[in-house]
């Protein structure tokens, strides 16, 4: 669980340098959450605002892949840096790339979801994280842009509706996003599950 500090104040500002004094660190050092009350008959407004340090997301975030990692034998080193998302995390292992993959990326999507419920346990904070193995996703994210493109191309063709594969819920978006680029066509999910899938189809009228 992530060690979280609060500070109080009249204002964001009074408690942001409350905490930086304390702490002694940057703004760009912390990632903070503010939480107004506002004023009420004989009491003040007040501002409140939970802090966690980025270097401890960042040590929490390895510490917990280095032990999945070790209850699955497998010896892994890890690239974590800061996206204005979030974090992106990749994993590189000289020999159990599959293994840490999965039947289409199953066991890296697990992996993510683990790591985003232990990072944001016992929290306010919504930290995202992006899990990768010797950029599989990066791949994978380009070989389903092409697909896409291809089948609107189709469907502008032929008038005639595609259904993808099942997707989850990141691939899924990243097809809609797209397809807006089409302003003929449309997308729509359907499906549950492992079975959702998005249907590409010409616009009526």
């Known amino acids: 669980m992530l060690k979280t500090y609060k500070y109080e104040g009249k204002n964001a500002g009074e408690c942001l340098n409350k905490c930086l004094d304390e702490l002694k660190v940057t703004e760009e050092d912390i990632t903070f959450l503010e939480n107004v009350t506002e004023a009420k008959l004989f009491k003040a407004r007040k501002t409140e605002i939970d ?4 270097q401890d997301i960042k040590s929490a975030i390895k510490e917990f892949l280095k032990e999945i990692c070790k209850k699955m034998n497998i010896e892994a080193n890890f690239e974590i840096t800061e996206k204005e998302s979030g974090y ?4 590189i292992s000289e020999s159990d790339n599959s293994i840490l993959i ?8 697990a992996l993510q979801l683990l790591l985003k419920q232990y990072i944001n346990n016992g ?4 930290i995202r994280v992006n899990v990768d193995v010797s950029n599989y996703k990066s791949r994978k ?7 896409v493109k291809r089948a609107a191309k189709e469907v ?9 594969d099942p997707m989850n819920s990141y691939e899924r978006r990243l097809v809609h996003t797209i397809i807006g680029e089409f302003p003929e066509l449309e997308t729509e999910s359907y499906g549950e599950g492992l079975e959702r899938h998005v249907v590409i189809r010409y616009k009526k009228g």
């Open 102 to 109: 999965g039947k289409d990326g199953r066991t890296l999507n």
């Open 51 to 54: 802090v966690v340090l980025k």
């Open 156 to 164: 502008i063709s032929t008038k005639i509706e595609v259904k993808l």
């Open 88 to 91: 992106n995390i990749i994993i």
């Open 123 to 126: 929290n306010k904070f919504n």
């Open 141 to 147: 994210m380009k070989n389903i842009e092409y697909e």
